[in-house]
């Protein structure tokens, strides 16, 4: 596609129950972030992928968040058993790999509340 | 942990003012990125800086890398409304690795 696209735009739900959020690379992008963002803060790195495999996943805050990545392409991050602390806006990034410095391409981001 | 450190967190000024804005950190980036993020959308990338003592332009954006590779600055000359929005540091510590994120500062140009 021509940009990053992320899915729910907006979800609000109840304390205890999962979410999954889903993004959309760039095509052709090997390179994908997810990064949470509290409300008028920086960004939060969770998870880092290359191609389908995870090397970096050490911003994943407890063993609530997983993540995966299916052919390359679309990524879902789920949020089981949500607490309130979980709420902010969930931000999705992909790359071309390669050599020199990373180029990220955000999506608009999705918007979790948690009651 | 990587760290970047920005100041200052907000800025209120008046249009046509000028202003700077600092990313510091105790460690060593192979690159460091500046973003802006406007409300309901993700950051856009501005530039990418890779050499010690850098120096680009980007039209009234001036951005510095410092010699040392650790800190930057953006300085906006001349500052208009449309500039308002959150200023973000980024810093990788090396190729494909993750991208550290400061904790930005918010904008405001004044009409």
């Known amino acids: 596609g021509a940009g990053v696209s992320q899915s729910p735009s907006n979800k609000v739900t109840e304390k205890g129950k999962d979410v999954e959020l889903r993004c959309d690379p760039i095509?052709?992008?090997?390179?994908l972030y997810w990064y949470r963002q509290s409300l008028g803060q920086g960004l939060e790195f969770l998870i880092y992928f290359q191609g389908n495999s995870a090397p970096d996943k050490s911003g994943l805050p407890s063993d609530r968040f997983s993540a995966e990545r299916t052919g390359g392409s679309v990524s879902t991050l789920t949020i089981q058993r949500t607490q309130q602390e979980d709420s902010a806006v969930y931000l999705c990034a992909s790359s071309p790999t390669g050599s020199g410095a990373n180029v990220l391409t955000f999506g608009a981001g999705s918007r979790l509340t948690v009651l | 942990t990587q760290l970047l450190e920005q100041s200052p967190q907000f800025l209120s000024i008046q249009e046509g003012e000028n202003l700077t804005v600092y990313c510091n950190s105790s460690?060593?980036?192979?690159?460091l990125q500046w973003y802006r993020q406007e409300p309901g959308e993700g950051p856009v990338l501005l530039v990418t800086?890779?050499?010690?003592?850098e120096v680009k332009k980007l039209k009234r954006l001036t951005f510095q890398f410092g010699d040392a590779r650790k800190d930057s600055s953006l300085h906006i000359t001349a500052a208009q409304p449309g500039d308002t929005g959150l200023y973000l540091c980024?810093?990788?510590?090396?190729?494909?690795?993750?991208?550290?994120f400061g904790e930005g500062t918010q904008l405001t140009v004044n009409p």
């Open positions: 980024a810093g990788s510590a090396a190729s494909g690795s993750r991208l550290t």
């Open positions: 460690s060593v980036f192979s690159s």
């Open positions: 095509s052709g992008h090997t390179a």
């Open positions: 800086v890779v050499t010690g003592g």
